[in-house]
């Protein structure tokens, strides 16, 4: 087939006039990525959750990170990070049932959440360790504003979602429709637009602390 047909073929593949080989994409799919360890950045030796929480609180990304032994300790964590900061003790939540069921006396949890907002805490669906990256999904209980608006974004992963490369995380939806926004955030909000000085929060959170936790 000449290249001129070739193109005309796809075209009209595009156009839904012909059906598209699957066989044929996987292969020039595979043509294009070869062997995906030969060009994935290596991990060292720790393991994901380890390597993850070393990236995203490097400088370079410049979260804080804490590792939590079960989501009963989450409340009393997210406590002392507001009291630690002289912040008030209220908050905007967009939390998975498991997470919204716990003992949050002694915080005020919003569902809604406001333009000047101070502190918002929302759900991880995955974390990638390549990059220190969260991978964070929209859904009617989840606006995508509560990982963008706030001061402070408090963010929760399970360490079970922790994925060592980019690629890994997008098997999570693999068979599943997909929200209608995924994102990933790495680290803080910052420009270095003005005199080349990094300004932090200027698009966004100033702050992110991950929690990370172990158990359900």
Do not use: C
Request: no cysteine; aromatic share 6%; charged share 25%.
């Amino acid at each position: 087939m000449s290249a001129r047909a070739e193109v005309l073929a796809r075209v009209r593949r595009a156009l839904g006039r012909e059906r598209a080989d699957p066989d044929v994409i996987r292969a020039e799919a595979d043509g294009l990525v070869g062997e995906l360890a030969a060009i994935r950045p290596p991990v060292g030796d720790h393991d994901a959750v380890e390597r993850f929480i070393a990236k995203a609180a490097s400088e370079r990304v410049a979260a804080t990170v804490e590792r939590l032994a079960a989501a009963d300790d989450l409340p009393d964590r997210v406590a002392a990070y507001l009291a630690e900061r002289g912040l008030a003790s209220r908050l905007a939540a967009a939390l998975p049932p498991a997470l919204a069921g716990l003992d949050w006396s002694g915080l005020t949890l919003a569902d809604a959440i406001d333009p000047n907002e101070a502190v918002a805490l929302s759900w991880a669906e995955a974390a990638v360790a390549e990059t220190g990256s969260l991978v964070v999904a929209s859904s009617p209980a989840a606006p995508v504003l509560f990982n963008f608006l706030a001061l402070h974004h408090l963010a929760v992963v399970r360490a079970d979602d922790v994925v060592a490369y980019l690629e890994d995380a997008w098997q999570r939806f693999a068979h599943a429709p997909l929200p209608r926004a995924l994102g990933l955030v790495t680290g803080t909000s910052g420009t270095a637009d003005i005199e080349g000085q990094n300004i932090k929060g200027a698009h966004g959170p100033r702050y992110l602390h991950i929690f990370v936790v172990d158990r359900f």
